[in-house]
Structure formats: structure tokens, C-alpha cells
């Protein structure tokens, strides 16, 4: 039986995120207290002056694009499985992840700034998913098993082009940063950046929670949508912007992030079932603090920081195959 929404449940959405966040503050290999991290984010003065120096300029700063980027890609990878009727797609399923990549990577190798990497990053993302509506398309239709195709083609082709550049790169300054900004960190986050990246995914996961309701409508053919008055071509066309727009934007930010497009939308959807009325806000709390316990082990665990994509792929592939087998298969 799956578990219905209430106050309380609302609540707890609201507020594990925040809860989750502050005591990310308190972990590091610098530790502070809960109440000095408290104390700093009220502004009462503490003794310790590092400490403030930490908690503004290095960690909090991660916490928010952590927090940001776990709730968007969840629900990206929502809107993605609801559109191709798909449960194990992801928000790459349409190459933006890997348009992204490359756009970055050709930054990285042009000695860009932050800000123009980001925007790279961004455009090539978009550009990999209009390229794979233009290549899946037949005269004017679009088939959503040759639109995944399409994806998997351009995925694969810019992943080429990734690889091409790195084998062309500079093995002393270019190629150790190509490889690191592709396994994914949030070691770049401050709040310059935020305000470049944020905007986007705040707007589309705000987009998406606002239309979780017609989300359901995603799978109804053609004919079905026409009968019930529903534009199902429209809603496909904002499903698929802004998933992107969400996506184009952490992976401009943070790199490839694995997993979590996936594993959270199925955890979701075991204990809330498959509305996405329920499993949208779900898996904006839930993602949000999967993204941010992943950070703070990624930079406390070790001296040296572990790549998120690392960390999200050990902790996420055996977790999902313990839900696969606690499931019987079901969330396939």
C-alpha cells in the first residue's frame, strides 16, 4: 500500500532539505558545531573568524548548488521517464548531459573563464537536444522510440568528440582538468556562479512542479489526448525545455552527476506509487538531500576530494539493485 500525502508529510518535505543542509555546514575537515554554524548564520559574531570564513565562502555556497542540483535532476528524470513512458530514462536520455560536457570541455581547452564554461556548457546542451529532435523526427512526427534513439546517437557522438579532445589535450594542464571537471564536483560552487546557474534550474523545477498534474497526461496517445481537450504536443514541448534547461544547467555547474535522476524518481515512486502529483515534490526534498549527503562525504571523507559521480555510482547502483530485488522488479 502506498503511503498517502498529509500535513505532515508536506512539512517534512519543507523541512528535512533545511535540516539536511544545516548539518552539512558542520562537517568537514574543518569542524564547527551546529550551534557556532548557527550562530554565524544569524550573524551573531564568534570567536573563531575561520570558522565564518568557512561557512560562507566554501560551504555554504556547495550546500545551495547541492540542494539546487539534487532536487532538479530528480525531477528532471521524473519528467523524462513521464514523457518517453520510460522508467529507466534519464535526463540524458536526449544527449544534453553529454552536449553539456562538451561544450564545457571545449572551455576548459580554450582557457575560458568560469562564466563562459558555464555558458558552453549550456548552449551545447541545448543544442544536443534540438539536433536529437531533428534527427529523430519523421516528416514533421515525433516517435518517442526514434526520439531515444536519436539521443543515444548524439549522446554517443559528442561523448566521441570528449574523447577525441581529451586525447589532443595538453597531458600536463588540460587533460587532468578535462578528466576532473567530467567526474563531477561542486568544488567550483560560490556565488558568483549561483547566480549564473541557479535561475535556470529554480524556473524549471518550479515549471514542472506547477504542471505535476498534467504530467500524468504525458503517456495518453494522440487520439486520447485530443478526446480529453488536453494539448499534449505543448505539454511535451515544455516537458522537454525545461528538463533540459534543469539539466544543462547543473551539469554547467557541477559536471556529470549520475544516478540521481534515476535512483530518486524510484524510490519515489515505491512509496508514494507513480502520480506525479506526489512523487514530483517528493523527489524535490528527497533529491535535494541525496545531493547533499553525497557532497559532504565526497569533501570529508578523504584528504583529498572524491568525484561525485564516484560516490553517487557506488552508493547509487547497489542501492537501486536492492530495490529491484525488494521489488520484484517492479519499478522496471
Given at each position: 500500500?502506498?503511503?498517502?500525502?498529509?500535513?505532515?508529510?508536506?512539512?517534512?518535505?519543507?523541512?528535512?532539505?533545511?535540516?539536511?543542509?544545516?548539518?552539512?555546514?558542520?562537517?568537514?575537515?574543518?569542524?564547527?558545531?551546529?550551534?557556532?554554524a548557527?550562530?554565524?548564520?544569524?550573524g551573531?559574531?564568534?570567536?573563531?573568524?575561520?570558522?565564518?570564513l568557512?561557512?560562507?565562502?566554501?560551504?555554504?555556497?556547495?550546500?545551495?548548488?547541492?540542494?539546487?542540483?539534487?532536487?532538479?535532476?530528480?525531477?528532471s528524470?521524473?519528467?523524462?521517464?513521464?514523457?518517453?513512458?520510460?522508467?529507466?530514462?534519464?535526463?540524458?536520455?536526449?544527449?544534453?548531459?553529454?552536449g553539456?560536457?562538451?561544450?564545457?570541455v571545449?572551455a576548459?581547452?580554450?582557457?575560458?573563464?568560469?562564466?563562459?564554461?558555464?555558458?558552453?556548457?549550456?548552449?551545447?546542451?541545448?543544442?544536443?537536444?534540438?539536433?536529437?529532435?531533428?534527427v529523430?523526427?519523421?516528416?514533421?512526427?515525433?516517435?518517442?522510440?526514434?526520439?531515444?534513439?536519436?539521443?543515444?546517437?548524439?549522446?554517443?557522438?559528442?561523448?566521441?568528440?570528449?574523447?577525441?579532445?581529451?586525447?589532443?589535450?595538453?597531458?600536463?594542464?588540460?587533460?587532468?582538468?578535462?578528466?576532473?571537471?567530467?567526474?563531477g564536483?561542486?568544488?567550483?560552487?560560490n556565488?558568483?556562479?549561483?547566480s549564473?546557474?541557479?535561475?535556470?534550474?529554480?524556473?524549471?523545477?518550479?515549471?514542472?512542479f506547477?504542471?505535476?498534474?498534467?504530467?500524468?497526461?504525458?503517456?495518453?496517445?494522440?487520439?486520447?489526448?485530443?478526446?480529453?481537450?488536453?494539448?499534449?504536443y505543448?505539454l511535451?514541448?515544455?516537458?522537454?525545455?525545461?528538463?533540459?534547461?534543469?539539466?544543462s544547467?547543473?551539469?554547467?555547474m557541477?559536471?556529470?552527476?549520475?544516478?540521481?535522476?534515476?535512483?530518486?524518481?524510484?524510490?519515489?515512486?515505491?512509496?508514494?506509487?507513480?502520480?506525479?502529483?506526489k512523487i514530483?515534490p517528493?523527489?524535490?526534498?528527497?533529491?535535494?538531500?541525496?545531493?547533499?549527503?553525497?557532497?559532504?562525504?565526497?569533501?570529508?571523507?578523504?584528504?583529498?576530494?572524491i568525484?561525485?559521480?564516484?560516490?553517487?555510482?557506488?552508493?547509487?547502483?547497489?542501492?537501486?539493485?536492492?530495490?529491484?530485488?525488494?521489488?520484484?522488479?517492479?519499478?522496471?
Open positions: 500500500m502506498k503511503k498517502q500525502f498529509n500535513l505532515l508529510t508536506w512539512l517534512a518535505f519543507f523541512i528535512m532539505p533545511i535540516i539536511v543542509g544545516l548539518y552539512a555546514l558542520t562537517f568537514g575537515r574543518y569542524p564547527i558545531s551546529l550551534y557556532d548557527l550562530s554565524i548564520l544569524i551573531n559574531p564568534i570567536s573563531d573568524a575561520q570558522a565564518s568557512v561557512i560562507f565562502n566554501i560551504r555554504l555556497p556547495r550546500i545551495i548548488l547541492a540542494l539546487s542540483v539534487g532536487a532538479g535532476l530528480s525531477v528524470g521524473i519528467a523524462f521517464q513521464s514523457l518517453f513512458s520510460n522508467p529507466l530514462a534519464t535526463p540524458d536520455t536526449l544527449g544534453v548531459a553529454s553539456a560536457s562538451l561544450g564545457a571545449f576548459i581547452v580554450l582557457g575560458m573563464s568560469l562564466f563562459a564554461m558555464q555558458l558552453m556548457a549550456f548552449l551545447f546542451g541545448i543544442a544536443a537536444v534540438v539536433l536529437t529532435f531533428f529523430g523526427s519523421k516528416k514533421g512526427e515525433l516517435d518517442k522510440t526514434s526520439i531515444i534513439l536519436s539521443g543515444i546517437i548524439i549522446g554517443a557522438l559528442f561523448n566521441a568528440f570528449i574523447s577525441l579532445i581529451k586525447y589532443t589535450a595538453d597531458a600536463e594542464s588540460e587533460l587532468p582538468a578535462i578528466s576532473y571537471w567530467l567526474m564536483s561542486l568544488s567550483n560552487a556565488y558568483k556562479t549561483l549564473y546557474g541557479l535561475f535556470p534550474i529554480i524556473l524549471g523545477i518550479l515549471v514542472l506547477f504542471i505535476r498534474w498534467r504530467l500524468n497526461l504525458l503517456s495518453l496517445t494522440q487520439d486520447e489526448a485530443n478526446s480529453s481537450g488536453v494539448n499534449i505543448l511535451r514541448v515544455i516537458c522537454v525545455v525545461f528538463a533540459t534547461i534543469i539539466t544547467s547543473s551539469v554547467s557541477c559536471g556529470q552527476v549520475g544516478w540521481v535522476g534515476l535512483l530518486i524518481p524510484h524510490i519515489c515512486r515505491m512509496i508514494w506509487g507513480s502520480n506525479n502529483s514530483i517528493a523527489s524535490i526534498s528527497l533529491g535535494a538531500i541525496f545531493m547533499v549527503i553525497i557532497d559532504t562525504l565526497a569533501r570529508s571523507i578523504s584528504a583529498s576530494e568525484p561525485i559521480s564516484v560516490l553517487t555510482a557506488i552508493i547509487g547502483a547497489p542501492f537501486f539493485i536492492m530495490l529491484l530485488k525488494k521489488s520484484n522488479g517492479w519499478a522496471l
